[in-house]
């Protein structure tokens, strides 16, 4: 059973820095892309940005590109996400997630490709 924990969630004034933490056991996780999605009230899940599984390859939602960064760490087996310049907007909870595919090369976008969810962190964003 693959577990995803989140980490690194709270409060912080527009313009401030948070480093999400995503550890994962369970499954060989270098071979594995990873995704992050963000989900505020009223809204549906949308995606923030993704991994691939080496590392080599990273994709960003529009409205993160250029504040956000994701990297990973396969011999801790975590994933983190980097948000810098942080906007009230950016408000919602954060989630982990794995691709479904083996050593996917491009970033998946959809949430249907990714398997397995952590429980989500609440980060918040103060005007």
């Known amino acids: 059973q693959v577990q995803l924990v989140e980490s690194g969630g709270g409060l912080v004034q527009a313009g401030g820095s948070l480093r999400l933490s995503c550890a994962a056991s369970g499954r060989t996780f270098s071979n594995y892309g990873m995704g992050w999605f963000r989900q505020a009230p009223g809204k549906e899940r949308e995606f923030v940005g993704g991994?691939?599984?080496?590392?080599?390859?990273?994709y960003y939602a529009d409205s993160v590109k250029g504040r956000f960064t994701i990297s990973r760490d396969n011999a801790k087996n975590t994933v983190y996400l980097q948000m810098n310049s942080l906007k009230p907007e950016d408000t919602a909870v954060y989630y982990c997630?794995?691709?479904?595919?083996?050593?996917?090369?491009?970033?998946?976008?959809?949430?249907?490709?990714?398997?397995?969810w952590g429980q989500g962190t609440q980060v918040t964003v103060s005007s």
């Open positions: 991994i691939s599984w080496s590392g080599s390859n990273t």
């Open positions: 997630t794995t691709d479904k595919i083996w050593r996917r090369v491009l970033v998946p976008t959809t949430p249907g490709v990714y398997d397995y």
